[in-house]
């Protein structure tokens, strides 16, 4: 086979698998409840046939598995086997055979890469860091790819990373994930053990955002809307449709992280004998990595509860900002459970006079305030509650951030009964804005 049918891929059985002529030894394999990607050969180091797990269709596209294989396939062509390194790695050592297989002028960078990202990134990234990884370790590196790790010096280090100056925060994220797949080569000892890692050596603290760009310029300063503009902004939002409007009533009614707020689900929301109560899990927060973070509780009052129980009727226990695909005939996502924060940010964006980009959007009447984020209605919410009195730890509490060092070990007090006031006096305070 080689043209893709996701139709044919969809109604594959279990042990069914599909092969592609043009990518020998690439499949894509069905079990009960999943599709993988694989990579069936024959190793160079024993002569018998394994085969190595790639990702698993839909998250990972044809595309992306056609990348992989070619990193998987030329790691063997050098003489190592991919599924031994693998095995290897979640064992923690590097066996006999696969040492020897392992030639110093034979392990290229883009073995590095590969390992890396089979034995480290595959096993501890959601689907959508893996790859956001995989783009940042394909084209950007192409010109390093084919040497030795061993033969990469401060100055090829620094050019690579030079020529990505202009966009400062994606050579960062190169920058860290050559330093980490590098940490992980030498780790495996793969690369040889006196070799440098310049990654974590140059352009430390040089590579820093500059900002949004709007008509040409850098903005930096972190913006928040007056009540003038939060008067103004607020009427005028439904005509950017109900999703639009409703989540952004949701960033200033209660200061809560876009990405949480289109990820809710009607299975999060409790009646309690105080109200209305939305508990963001863990793993949904920006801190799930942090050890002492817990689940993340928010009172609901005013617009933020009625635009809830709305959807909440509507869309019952399942996710509440639920995820339509377009009627045009663009591409749908078909893994997507909800809206995006990003769609939001863009829509909103598209509105602006100064859209530089594809499909404006123009409405009536026009955004009657300029230069705003979805993101700046959090901070404008928190900016608020601060200037109506609410101390620091109880206005850190209410939009979600872990608290700092010792006092996050000691003080596990969660400020329900405080969240529920300043939420009501926040909810009053922007209904007497629109009112006016």
């Given at each position: 086979m080689t043209k893709f049918d996701a139709k044919r891929a969809k109604s594959l059985q279990p042990k069914e698998h599909i092969a592609f002529d043009d990518f020998p030894g690439l499949r894509l394999e069905a079990t009960k409840t999943r599709r993988t990607w694989t990579y069936r050969f024959k190793s160079p180091v024993d002569g018998n046939m394994r085969q190595v797990k790639l990702g698993s269709w839909p998250a990972m596209p044809l595309p992306a598995a056609v990348a992989e294989w070619e990193a998987q396939r030329s790691a063997r062509d050098a003489g190592a086997d991919p599924a031994l390194a693998k095995r290897e790695a979640r064992n923690g050592v590097l066996g006999a055979d696969a040492r020897t297989s392992l030639l110093p002028d034979s392990y290229l960078v883009k073995h590095v890469v590969a390992d890396y990202l089979a034995g480290h990134v595959e096993h501890n990234a959601s689907a959508s860091v893996l790859r956001n990884t995989r783009y940042a370790l394909g084209e950007p590196i192409l010109p390093i790819i084919d040497m030795t790790p061993e033969s990469i010096t401060r100055q090829i280090a620094f050019k690579l990373l030079e020529g990505l100056r202009d966009r400062p925060t994606y050579a960062n994220r190169i920058k860290g994930e050559l330093a980490a797949a590098w940490d992980y080569g030498l780790d495996a000892g793969r690369i040889k053990e006196n070799t440098p890692n310049w990654w974590r050596q140059i352009m430390r603290g040089k590579l820093r955002s500059k900002g949004r760009t709007r008509n040409g310029e850098r903005v930096t300063e972190k913006r928040i809307l007056s009540d003038r503009e939060i008067a103004a902004v607020v009427p005028w939002l439904p005509v950017l449709g109900e999703d639009v409007s409703d989540v952004s009533q949701m960033y200033l009614w209660t200061g809560q992280r876009g990405n949480e707020i289109v990820a809710m689900r009607g299975d999060e929301l409790t009646e309690e004998a105080?109200?209305?109560w939305w508990t963001i899990p863990k793993s949904k927060t920006k801190n799930k990595r942090v050890e002492r973070a817990t689940a993340h509780r928010v009172p609901l009052f005013g617009r933020a509860e009625k635009i809830i129980r709305r959807r909440w009727a509507k869309y019952g226990a399942g996710y509440l900002f639920p995820y339509t695909a377009p009627k045009t005939g663009r591409r749908a996502a078909k893994d997507r459970k909800h809206i995006t924060q990003a769609?939001?940010?863009?829509?909103?964006?598209?509105?602006?006079?100064?859209?530089?980009?594809?499909?404006?959007?123009?409405?009536e009447p026009p955004i009657p305030v300029t230069g705003w984020t979805p993101h700046d209605l959090r901070r404008t919410a928190r900016t608020m509650i601060g200037s109506m009195g609410c101390v620091n730890d109880i206005g850190e509490e209410i939009i979600g951030h872990v608290k700092p060092g010792v006092v996050g070990i000691y003080n596990l007090y969660e400020y329900d009964s405080e969240k529920r006031e300043w939420l009501t006096k926040l909810a009053g305070r922007l209904e007497s804005l629109v009112a006016v």
């Open positions: 105080d109200g209305l769609s939001i940010g863009q829509i909103i964006a598209r509105c602006q006079p100064y859209w530089e980009g594809n499909n404006p959007i123009t409405t």
